[in-house]
């Protein structure tokens, strides 16, 4: 089961459920595009794909509709279909796969879920000779949620192949989008009977296959969920409001780009009532939370890689390094090549 989620707390989800999204839209549809629907959810998406971040679900929603509108393409999720898999999804992804079984990697997915997201309900159940993985996602209903709804269905089949061979298809499929005036393209794509307009997502398999050991490459066995939890130290702090704002920030950090309507467009709420519920329940600013994470991640940059303080600067949006260096030194006490120099000493 996914994580309750406070009222008012938008739910996030790891930024790695688009990885490889961005880069097929460019191939097909080319780079205006891709760069029209990324300059409509204020966020380069491309960018940071590939990194332990998360995002409120309503900016993965928003950037795969703003694909289907500019591209005029209804079938987004099924495109990406072939490119969307576990294994993409870093720590989480790894852990899931690590189970003996494909029962066992089911019950992990569905017991583990808030390494994730939050606001999303995972389950298997068993129906008689049937087992019935489903999945319920928070966005359900918002525009372009039906391309979530069809890349969920990719990446619990890529978890059911890694157990059943690549020639494994289900029993049975169930969606819970309205029926397209052409259903053609599901049944090409998955290779099973798709029901439409079902209560849940729900991938239908015999109950017997449960007990398959993987077919893949021998896996490290030797991984745990507080492995997990150390590699994503996220989640714990984004059941709250707060916590999404910084863990947005962060995302906005890593991509190169960050603004305080961005992120209140993410919160689905305007820039006003952003900066008063800021205020009001936590006593702080976006200015001043945006300058701490700035902070953490320059501080993480200085010690953890040899990237020179010149690129920082500009990967930070600072005029110059001077600039960067003042406000570094401001917060810390210690100009960027002086903390450098005195890690480097210890």
């Not at 794909?49 to 209804?74: D, G, M, N, S």
């Not at 066992?104 to 999303?120: I, K, P, V, W």
């Not at 902070?295 to 949006?317: C, H, K, P, W, Y």
Request: with cysteine; glycine share 8%; aromatic share 8%.
């Amino acid at each position: 089961m996914g994580r309750n989620f406070g009222a008012g707390v938008p739910p996030v989800k790891s930024v790695r459920v688009l990885a490889g999204v961005s880069g097929l839209v460019r191939e097909v549809y080319g780079e205006r595009i891709l760069q029209l629907a990324k300059q409509s959810i204020m966020l380069d998406i491309e960018v940071i794909e590939q990194q332990e971040c998360f995002i409120p679900q309503i900016v993965v929603t928003e950037y795969l509709w703003e694909i289907e509108r500019r591209a005029k393409e209804i079938n987004i999720g099924l495109l990406a279909a072939p490119i969307l898999s576990l294994t993409n999804f870093g720590h989480w992804g790894k852990y899931v796969l690590a189970a003996e079984t494909l029962g066992e990697a089911l019950m992990r997915a569905a017991a583990s879920l808030n390494y994730h997201g939050t606001g999303d309900r995972m389950q298997l159940r068993l129906e008689g000779a049937m087992a019935r993985i489903s999945y319920t996602h928070a966005t359900r209903g918002r525009r372009g949620y039906s391309h979530v709804a069809s890349g969920t269905i990719a990446v619990v089949l890529s978890i059911l192949q890694s157990y059943l061979g690549t020639d494994y298809f289900p029993h049975r499929i169930e969606l819970d989008v309205p029926r397209p005036q052409s259903d053609t393209l599901f049944g090409d794509t998955f290779l099973c009977p798709v029901v439409f307009d079902a209560p849940e997502i729900s991938v239908c398999i015999e109950a017997d296959k449960l007990n398959r050991v993987s077919r893949g490459p021998a896996r490290t066995a030797l991984i745990t969920i507080e492995d997990v939890g150390r590699a994503l130290a996220e989640p714990a702090g984004v059941d709250n409001y707060l916590g999404v704002v910084v863990s947005y920030i962060r995302a906005q950090v890593q991509a190169g780009t960050l603004s305080i309507e961005s992120t209140a467009k993410a919160m689905d709420t305007s820039v006003r009532t952003l900066q008063r519920v800021l205020r009001r329940d936590n006593g702080v600013d976006f200015r001043e939370l945006a300058n701490v994470v700035r902070l953490r991640r320059a501080e993480e940059l200085l010690r953890g890689t040899n990237v020179s303080i010149t690129q920082i600067a500009m990967d930070f949006g600072y005029s110059s390094p001077a600039n960067f260096s003042r406000a570094f030194r401001k917060a810390s006490g210690l100009a960027p090549h002086e903390y450098r120099q005195r890690l480097l000493a210890k």
